[in-house]
């Protein structure tokens, strides 16, 4: 009797209710460990994003006089939310920042794609080259600043060199002309960035099946075909992420161009970043500035969401 009771009990602690109610033991039980962190992590993200909303619908500076809590007696609505439509700095700031994207993103892209291939195979001094390639990516922004802002110099070192090749005084003023300036600042960036693009490509291509290669190679395929057949397809995911990346912080570059130009001459640099930082630090209008970082960050989610969802239908298609 006690044998078949033991057995009965067995059973029932293997059916599938036991199961799942022991897995609901365990969610609760890891939800209660996890819970302080959660909530610090909640902190720190959402009380943030809570207050700018919050001080996006003021009028409220660190001149008004008012705590940033009481910046409800300069409640103005979406005025600050309106008046982007019409602020055609914004909007200039806006549409250098997508020119740096479209020139930056896909340079960095073909550059770091073609190193990855390069890479990919074996060669003598594969590591020390691979180190050289990385530097760039090391040095502090702020730094790669200076180092480009002298190197454009009317009497730097680029135009010495231009100026040996072409037999006569080369004196370009590169960062006093608007349209040189914005190139500068470009060159900067890709050659700062660019290893970044090829270490994320480079981690993709080595991840390629190699028996697939061999296989497409017995087939009499050609470099050519097997790159865009079969390695390209396979690094779609990594693509994206390396693309998505890219484009997000291209929307936040500050560090590199402020040293080089200050935004200027005039706006011609001016960046979303540099103005933002421009409107804060010197017309100390927040309650607009929460308005434009809000907006930028809203733009930049939906892009995430979109580049996540590609990501996701890739490996449908993939399964």
């Avoid at 590591?127 to 790669?144: D, G, K, N, Q, T």
């Avoid at 590169?174 to 490509?201: G, Y």
């Amino acid at each position: 009797m006690s044998a078949l009771t033991a057995s009965e009990a067995a059973m029932a602690k293997s059916t599938p209710e036991a199961a799942i109610n022991r897995h609901d033991e365990s969610a609760r039980l890891g939800f209660r460990l996890t819970l302080p962190a959660q909530i610090l992590v909640l902190f720190i993200a959402v009380f943030p994003l809570l207050m700018q909303l919050y001080i996006s619908l003021t009028d409220w500076s660190p001149l008004s006089g008012l705590d940033w809590w009481g910046a409800w007696e300069l409640w103005n609505g979406f005025a600050n939310y309106s008046d982007l439509a019409s602020d055609n700095r914004f909007w200039g700031a806006l549409w250098r920042t997508a020119v740096v994207m479209v020139v930056c993103v896909p340079a960095e892209f073909l550059l770091g794609l073609a190193l990855a291939t390069l890479f990919a195979d074996d060669f003598p001094g594969k590591r020390f080259f691979y180190s050289i390639l990385l530097m760039p990516m090391m040095v502090v922004p702020a730094v790669a600043g200076y180092m480009f802002f002298m190197l454009f110099q009317s009497g730097g070192p680029l135009n010495d060199i231009l100026s040996t090749l072409t037999g006569t005084r080369v004196a370009i003023a590169w960062l006093s002309d608007p349209t040189l300036a914005l190139i500068a600042v470009m060159i900067a960036d890709i050659w700062q960035w660019t290893p970044l693009m090829f270490l994320i490509l480079l981690a993709g291509l080595v991840g390629v099946p190699q028996d697939q290669i061999k296989a497409a190679t017995l087939l009499g395929a050609n470099p050519w075909q097997r790159f865009t057949t079969i390695v390209l397809p396979k690094m779609k995911t990594i693509i994206i992420i390396a693309l998505a990346i890219r484009v997000i912080e291209n929307f936040k570059i500050f560090d590199t161009l402020y040293i080089m130009t200050g935004g200027g001459p005039g706006v011609a640099t001016e960046t979303i970043s540099v103005y933002i930082y421009k409107v804060t630090t010197q017309d100390l209008i927040w309650g607009y500035v929460a308005a434009i970082a809000l907006a930028i960050l809203i733009v930049l989610s939906i892009a995430t969401v979109f580049a996540m969802k590609r990501m996701a239908a890739v490996r449908e298609v993939r399964a």
